[in-house]
């Protein structure tokens, strides 16, 4: 009975056998092709770019159509000028510069052309970049000059021996390789000047009434923004599999002449990290740096196991609870998209391989 079992069940092995190999002799060339591709793109490594405009009080009551349909397009822009890098096999780095000069070069957000003015009407602008193979990171801070301050932070990470560079030093040292300057002039935007004017107006009002302000030595009043923040970032993960992250800023409006925010420091308001994660934030900086936001996030994945948008969450978490505000958006190493914001809205988008395109401003919806 057993012997008759194992015979009769090779003999139906050795059939299908048969009729898959004369069915595969009936396949034509291009049919072989056709399988083997669909093998190679399901084990291909998927590509996956995220990005934000900012986070803030941006609200669907204050948006008109136009502006909304702008930023969209603008964000759509982004988004594809970097997942075109990624799909001509460009690396994660190229891809994060690509969406993010797109984003730079457009007045609607706080970096590049439209960053904000500080206290004394100028801009100062701060980016960085790393790169979450090697940890090798660059970061500009303070400058006033350079069109795209993330080709700068990738200059400072890919020619010197640093991670930061600050002011003029900085302006000098990327001068020689060719990146574009412009006259400080190019920055200004009439919406900006605005809210510089607002800002101070609200704080003359603060100092005329100072027995509200917060008498700490050495503490100043609460710093003062119209909270629409509209610092740029970028996290993308190439075909080899490696991450990128990159950030970019004109500040806060209003800030104090030489005060640096969390955007060029690296673990503050960037870190990529193949192990676990890539992640850019926007907020108040003070919060982003006082947490080590971006790094935190990485570590909570490292060490505590969590997924993505729980690293995400709780680091929000920890910056509402001091006071702070803002968002986050980040991407794994499998390519998973994550954001968050304890703001009104925040501009974010994403592109991935499997299709999937999504933009959104206003309140979380998942
Ligand atoms: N985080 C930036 C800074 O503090 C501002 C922003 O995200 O809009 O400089």
């Keep these: 009975m057993h012997a008759f079992i194992k015979r009769s069940t090779l003999t139906t092995i050795l059939f299908i056998a048969a009729v898959v190999t004369s069915c595969q002799e009936k396949q034509s060339p291009a049919e072989v092709k056709t399988a083997q591709n669909q093998t190679e793109s399901i084990t291909e490594k998927p590509l996956a770019l995220v990005i934000h405009g900012g986070a803030g009080t941006i609200k669907r009551e204050n948006m008109t159509e136009e502006m909304e349909a702008a930023y969209r397009a603008k964000l759509q822009e982004a988004l ?133 302000l917060d008498k700490t030595p050495g503490r100043d009043a609460a710093p003062i923004d119209d909270h629409k923040y509209g610092t740029v970032g970028c996290v993308a993960l190439d075909k080899e599999g490696n991450l990128a992250a990159g950030t970019s800023t004109g500040g806060m409006t209003n800030k104090k002449f030489g005060r640096i925010g969390d955007s060029p420091i690296i673990g503050a308001g960037n870190y990529a990290n193949n192990l676990t994660c890539g992640v850019s934030c926007t907020g108040t900086g003070e919060f982003f740096i006082r947490t080590l936001a971006a790094h935190e996030a990485s570590n909570l994945m490292l060490y505590k196991g969590m997924k993505v948008d729980q690293a995400l969450e709780e680091v929000i978490r920890q910056i509402q609870e001091l006071g702070g505000d803002g968002g986050m958006i980040a991407l794994d190493k499998d390519g998973n998209v994550a954001w968050d914001f304890n703001t009104a809205g925040m501009y974010r988008a994403f592109r991935k391989s499997t299709g999937e395109n999504k933009i959104e401003i206003y309140e979380k919806t998942q």
């Excluded at 701060?126 to 993330?150: F, H, Y």
Aim: hydrophobic share 40%; no cysteine.
């Design 80 to 212: 594809d000028a970097g997942y075109a890098v990624l799909e001509a096999g460009g690396t994660s780095v190229e891809a994060v510069r690509s969406a993010i000069n797109i984003m730079e070069d457009s007045p609607l957000f706080n970096a590049g052309k439209g960053a904000v003015f500080n206290s004394l009407g100028k801009h100062e602008l701060d980016a960085s970049i790393m790169e979450g193979q090697t940890l090798n990171a660059g970061a500009v801070a303070g400058v006033t000059k350079i069109r795209n301050p993330i080709d700068a932070a990738i200059l400072v990470k890919d020619s010197t021996r640093h991670v930061m560079l600050s002011g003029a030093g900085a302006e000098e040292f990327v001068g020689q390789y060719g990146i574009t300057m412009v006259e400080t002039s190019y920055f200004d935007t009439e919406k900006r000047r605005e809210q510089l004017h607002k800002a101070q107006g609200k704080e003359k009002v603060m100092l005329d009434h100072s027995s509200l």
